[in-house]
C-alpha cells in the first residue's frame, strides 16, 4: 500500500502519456467558427466536446488580444488553479509519507523476516496507527490523482488542434513545428525552451522528495535507523521523465510550452502545500 501511495503520481504520468496515443486525428483543427455539434462527428467523442472544444475555444479567443504563448500560459495556470482544490488533499498526503517514510522504515524493519500471519497483522495495524496519528488516507486520495488524468488529455489535445496554436509562431518560427524539426533548422531558442521543460519536469517530480529529507534531517535519528531504499520509485521517475523528453522532441513546440508552464505551476504548488499546511501542522 505505501509503495502503491508513493507511486502513483508517477504512475499517472505513465498512464497519461499512453492515454495521449489514443487521442483524436493530429489533421482536426478547432477554429473560433467550428461549430460545437462538429465534435460529435467524424468519429470524436463525448469527451472532445465536452473538454477539449472548450478549452480549445479559449486559446483560439485569447489569441486575438494576448499572444499564443501568453495565451498557453493562462489557458495552462487556469486549470491548474481549478483543479487545485482536487490536489491539494493528494498532494499533502503524498508529501507527509515522504516526511514519514522513517517511521514506515523502522516499523517494517522491525517485522523484517517475520511472515506469520499474526506479525503480517501486527505491523499492518502499526502502519495504520501511523497513518491515523498524522490524518493520512493512503488509498482515499488516489481517485483525485485520476480526475486530473482527463483534465490533462484535454489540455494536451486543445493546444494541438487550436487553429489559434497551430498557425502561430514564437519569434517567427511555427508553434506546430517539433524541437526535433528545430533542431534541424537550428532553431536553439526552441531547444532552450524544450531542456528548461525537461529540467522543470524533474524538478517537479523530485520536488517532494527533496522536501521530505530536508525536513528529516532535522528529526532525530533513532539508532541503527536505515535510510530508505527507493530504487524502483526513482526507476519509475525517471521512466516517467525520459518519456515526456522522448515524446516531447516529437511533439509541436506549443506543447514544450505547456510542460513547462504545468511543471512551474507545480514546483509553487508544492511549496506553497508545504509551507502553508506540512511545516504549520507539524509546529
Same mark, same amino acid.
Given at each position: ?45 463525448? @469527451? ?32 491548474? %488553479?481549478?483543479?487545485?482544490? %482536487? ?61 486530473? @488524468? ?56 523530485? %520536488? ?76
Amino acid at each position: 500500500m505505501n509503495r502503491l501511495f508513493k507511486n502513483k503520481k508517477i504512475l499517472l504520468s505513465l498512464i497519461v502519456l499512453l492515454g495521449l496515443s489514443g487521442c483524436m486525428a493530429q489533421d482536426v483543427i478547432i477554429s473560433v467558427s467550428t461549430p460545437f455539434s462538429a465534435m460529435w462527428t467524424g468519429g470524436n467523442s463525448w @469527451f472532445e466536446a465536452l473538454f477539449v472544444y472548450p478549452l480549445a475555444q479559449i486559446l483560439n479567443w485569447l489569441t486575438p488580444y494576448v499572444t499564443v504563448t501568453v495565451a498557453i500560459v493562462l489557458v495552462t495556470l487556469g486549470v491548474k %488553479l481549478l483543479t487545485f482544490g %482536487l490536489t491539494v488533499k493528494s498532494t499533502i498526503a503524498s508529501q507527509k509519507m515522504q516526511v514519514l517514510q522513517p517511521e514506515m522504515n523502522r516499523i517494517q524493519a522491525k517485522y523484517a523476516g517475520k511472515a506469520d500471519n499474526e506479525s503480517k497483522m501486527k505491523q499492518g495495524q502499526e502502519i495504520q496507527a501511523l497513518y491515523a496519528k498524522h490524518n493520512i488516507n493512503p488509498l482515499g486520495s488516489i481517485g483525485t490523482m485520476f480526475i486530473q @488524468f482527463p483534465v490533462i488529455i484535454a489540455m494536451y489535445q486543445a493546444v494541438i488542434h487550436s487553429e489559434a496554436v497551430k498557425t502561430s509562431s514564437l519569434f517567427g518560427y511555427a508553434l506546430s513545428n517539433s524541437p526535433q524539426k528545430a533542431f534541424a533548422d537550428g532553431q536553439w531558442f526552441v531547444l532552450v525552451i524544450f531542456a528548461f521543460m525537461a529540467v522543470a519536469q524533474f524538478v517537479s517530480i523530485k %520536488l517532494p522528495t527533496w522536501l521530505a529529507k530536508a525536513r528529516a534531517q532535522k528529526q532525530p535519528v533513532r539508532l541503527g535507523e536505515k535510510p530508505a531504499k527507493g530504487m524502483n520509485t526513482d526507476m519509475m521517475m525517471y521512466t516517467s521523465i525520459g518519456l515526456i523528453v522522448f515524446l516531447g522532441f516529437t511533439w509541436p513546440t506549443a506543447m514544450s510550452l505547456y510542460w513547462l508552464v504545468t511543471s512551474l505551476a507545480q514546483i509553487a504548488q508544492t511549496y506553497y502545500i508545504q509551507k502553508a499546511y506540512i511545516e504549520k501542522e507539524a509546529v
